[in-house]
């Protein structure tokens, strides 16, 4: 029975860890005994995710981050090596989501377009090339969050759709081009998970697609970071390139 994954220790960065998934992934990483960084554009929030790491007896840095500023990604790269001496593990959690408007394609604003591209795969490609170099000597792992609505082609809402696929196209590409420094890159694609973002959103949250799932309910935050602490730790040191889709059976039906 493997009960160490491996990840004491290690140095995790979370981006978006204000709240929702970003706060769910930072706890797990500290859970299992990591150093985490956890940033975000909302600094409030950061405060609240850290002082729960602390509280469960991890350790915990923060800061600010704006992922569409190359200057602002490599000053996070930069808080990481000074405060804990590089990095091993970087989720890609940052994006656009909560408060975007359900539309038809042909009404999505131009501006909105724009800003859900510049945060979901500008910020991805951002933080990645600002933090990668640091794994180049002990290697490690870029986990990028997308969506599996990728798959499903969720209508009203390719704006968002379209940026998930983008981020699994680069994902691919990154995992070549950084293999040779043993850097993995790989991809969590989430089902419907109850964040406060998505209740907000859905008036049925609790109840939405589920016919549509094996498994007849839609997920918890905490039915998602096991799918990082696996892709984050030495469990998984062979894997690279690929696509976790966690959506309780969905894709299937």
Not at 162 to 184: F, P, Y
Request: hydrophobic content about 45%; glycine content about 12%.
């Amino acid at each position: 029975m493997v009960t160490d994954l491996g990840l004491q220790g290690k140095r995790v960065i979370v981006t978006g860890a204000a709240g929702g998934l970003g706060r769910a992934f930072a706890l797990a990483f500290a859970g299992a005994g990591a150093k985490v960084l956890v940033a975000d554009i909302n600094a409030g929030g950061l405060g609240e995710t850290s002082e729960l790491v602390r509280a469960a007896g991890g350790t915990a840095h923060t800061a600010a981050v704006d992922v569409t500023s190359t200057d602002s990604c490599r000053a996070l790269a930069s808080t990481a090596q000074e405060a804990m001496g590089g990095v091993d593990v970087l989720v890609n959690n940052a994006a656009l989501y909560g408060g975007l408007e359900r539309r038809h394609h042909f009404d999505i604003e131009e501006g909105v377009w724009d800003k859900v591209m510049a945060v979901n795969v500008k910020g991805v490609w951002q933080m990645s090339r600002a933090v990668a170099p640091l794994m180049k000597t002990a290697g490690g792992s870029i986990i990028n969050i997308a969506s599996a609505t990728v798959f499903s082609g969720s209508p009203q809402w390719m704006h968002y759709v379209a940026s998930k696929g983008a981020v699994i196209a680069m994902s691919r590409v990154m995992a070549k081009e950084l293999g040779g420094d043993n850097i993995r890159v790989n991809v969590i694609a989430p089902g419907f998970v109850l964040t406060e973002a998505s209740l907000a959103q859905i008036e049925d949250a609790k109840t939405y697609g589920v016919d549509r799932a094996a498994l007849k309910r839609n997920a918890e935050v905490e039915d998602i970071t096991g799918a990082a602490l696996y892709l984050g730790s030495p469990l998984s040191s062979f894997q690279t390139g690929q696509t976790l889709i966690v959506d309780g059976g969905k894709q299937f039906i």
